[in-house]
């Protein structure tokens, strides 16, 4: 079960989300009984759900990812930050004040998207272009790109 949670949009590839870590909501069970804090796992899981509404990614892949831990996270208001490249996921929690963990997941944004949704000057669209060329997903402009339809 997710806790609640806000989205604020600061911009197209970042997004703060304040998220409702409340005692009593399942996600501290078993980790630890008197003194419960947040299983990295489940910070990794929320970002790939998060992002996976958020961002334009076909998938993201817990398998390669990086995470530093800094200070534990209690129950309570959590922010999270993320951000998006073509390449991965950066993503920082907050508890108060204090970072908490900080990381990256790698993640596969569409190449259509890069091209065809973001308004972009020619020289940029052209260098994205060029970074993402093995993607191989080649759009035509009368018809869906079938990486950009999700199901």
Known sequence: MFPNYFTKKISDDFFVIEIDALENSGV???HFPNCPILPGVMQLDWVMQLSKKLFPIKEASAQNFQIKFSQIIRPGKIHLHLRYTAAKIDFEYYNGEQKSSSGSIESHVCLC???WHVPLDHHTWQRRWMEQSDH????DQNKPCPCCIRS
């Open 28 to 30: 501290f069970d078993g």
């Open 136 to 139: 191989g997903c080649r759009r």
């Open 113 to 115: 998207y890069l091209v």
